[in-house]
């Protein structure tokens, strides 16, 4: 019987299993690495791209966030792991520069995909400028002057560079104060160039004794009544969050029907509404009802009614167990006597009171807590003139 020595077989089995089990755990090391740095500087997807994977010796993937990458790459040459970085940093260099974009129709449908059929994440509207982060065929990723990432169609917006932005910026302009309108061809206003919302931002070119002769940020010119605009720069100086005025912000929305994603007067999901009210009266809010439940201050978790006022969110939702965290799913705002308004199907006011014809039994039910919003400084609430103006 002719004799196998093993011995040779066996040692190589072991050292590669050896060598397997290091590579595996030297993965498992970088990969907690990653995820550290993800959590520290990008927690919310939402706002944040930091997308890096690990593979053989390659970081890859892409992020927006320099400093984040910096971060990743000092803790990498600390633990002594040697690495190729293949990152891509947003803006891609591809855009040649044109990095920058203003939103050029009334409302514009920003997805969470490139694509039509993709889910409604949010909406921006005419005059609002973006980063522009990357292209995918007819398609651009953005980022939102709440700093929400998403992707729009190229028909949606004017790609500009930093000259062209600044042109943009410096420009006078008007802002469309009715609800839904239109820019004319001409003062006649038989024809119309574009449709308008509430909010909508337009270059003033001139202006007679009821119109303004004014340019859409992709060049399209025509006429707008004086009575649906205002300078912008008077607008945003008589912008107050007075409680008048939030309550009739979000009365004149009264029935605009229910639009997951919707941030404009043509459809709102429950933030959006929120997030409009306060934009029509001067202030940029997180977009998200999850966002808006971290800002301002705690008012109320017990129901004590007395201790809200006009302005103040109230969050719904599901209570924390053992199994489960806390869900916020629901957002609506205080306007007095025991209601407040808010988008579910369309926008309504409800009631807390059990004797009004609008008690909401079911909001009461899953009612969380209210914050305080409405003069309480914070990084993530900035005036409409520092990012549309």
């Not at 520069?97 to 694509?115: E, F, Y």
């Not at 889910?119 to 921006?124: D, S, V």
Request: contains cysteine; charged residues 25%; negative net charge.
């Amino acid at each position: 019987m002719k004799k196998i020595n093993i011995a040779p077989c066996f040692l190589f089995i072991v050292l590669t299993a050896f060598a397997f089990g290091c590579h595996q755990e030297e993965k498992k090391d970088i990969s907690d690495l990653v995820s550290t740095v993800k959590e520290q500087y990008a927690p919310d997807k939402r706002v944040a791209l930091f997308d890096i994977q690990w593979s053989g010796d390659t970081l890859a993937g892409e992020t927006n966030l320099p400093v984040a990458l910096k971060a990743l790459e000092t803790k990498l040459d600390s633990a002594g792991i040697e690495f190729v970085n293949a990152v891509t940093l947003l803006p891609d260099a591809d855009l040649d520069g044109r990095t920058h974009a203003v939103v050029t129709i009334s409302v514009a449908n920003i997805r969470s995909a490139p694509k039509h059929s993709a889910e409604l994440a949010t909406q921006a509207t005419m005059g609002t400028p973006v980063n522009v982060l990357k292209q995918e065929g007819s398609w651009y990723l953005i980022q939102t002057p709440d700093h929400y990432i998403s992707w729009v169609d190229a028909a949606g917006i004017e790609l500009m560079d930093d000259a062209e932005l600044a042109k943009w910026e410096n420009a006078q302009k008007v802002i469309f104060t009715g609800l839904l309108g239109y820019v004319y061809e001409d003062e006649s206003e038989a024809s119309m160039v574009s449709d308008l919302t509430a909010g909508n931002l337009l270059e003033k070119l001139g202006e007679s004794n009821s119109h303004y002769e004014v340019a859409l940020p992709d060049g399209r010119s025509g006429y707008i009544n004086k009575s649906t605009a205002a300078p912008f720069i008077d607008w945003v100086a008589s912008r107050s969050l007075t409680d008048d005025n939030l309550i009739s912000t979000a009365k004149n929305m009264m029935g605009v029907p229910y639009l997951w994603g919707g941030t404009s007067i043509k459809g709102v999901d429950c933030s959006g509404f929120t997030k409009t009210i306060y934009f029509l009266n001067g202030q940029v809010i997180p977009r998200d009802a999850s966002q808006q439940v971290n800002e301002g201050e705690l008012v109320d978790t017990d129901k004590d009614w007395d201790n809200l006022r006009v302005g103040d969110l109230l969050f719904f939702g599901r209570k924390a167990t053992e199994d489960r965290p806390e869900r916020i799913v629901h957002v609506g705002m205080w306007i007095g006597n025991n209601s407040f308004i808010h988008s579910r199907g369309r926008v309504r006011i409800s009631s807390f009171d059990p004797s009004s014809p609008n008690f909401d039994e079911y909001e009461l039910g899953r009612y969380l807590r209210t914050k305080r919003i409405r003069q309480v400084p914070s990084e993530n609430i900035v005036s409409v003139d520092k990012v549309l103006n």
